[in-house]
């Protein structure tokens, strides 16, 4: 059985197919948070900050000392 172009092809679309779920899944989660949101406010509870995004520690960066952080006001 030869996993030629048709192969890589069909690969391809399962792919892109796992990337478009993702895609739709992260959308509605954010849009779940807004309305959970949305609730809070409307109830009179007050506004909850927006937490960044979990980055796995071995994504994370240490900023070596010398380069100014983000907070730097210019």
């Known amino acids: 059985m030869d ?3 048709g192969g890589s092809a069909m ?3 399962v792919v ?3 990337v478009d779920k993702q895609q739709k899944l992260r959308a509605l989660r954010h849009a779940r ?3 959970r949101q949305l609730e809070r406010e409307l109830s009179g509870e007050p506004a ?3 937490q960044p995004p979990h980055l796995p520690e071995f994504l994370r960066q240490d900023i070596p000392s010398g380069f100014p ?3 730097v006001t210019r």
């Open 33 to 35: 948070e807004r309305v």
């Open 69 to 71: 952080s983000e907070d």
């Open 16 to 18: 892109q197919k796992i």
């Open 11 to 13: 690969v391809d679309h």
């Open 48 to 50: 909850k900050r927006e």
């Open 3 to 5: 996993a030629g172009e």
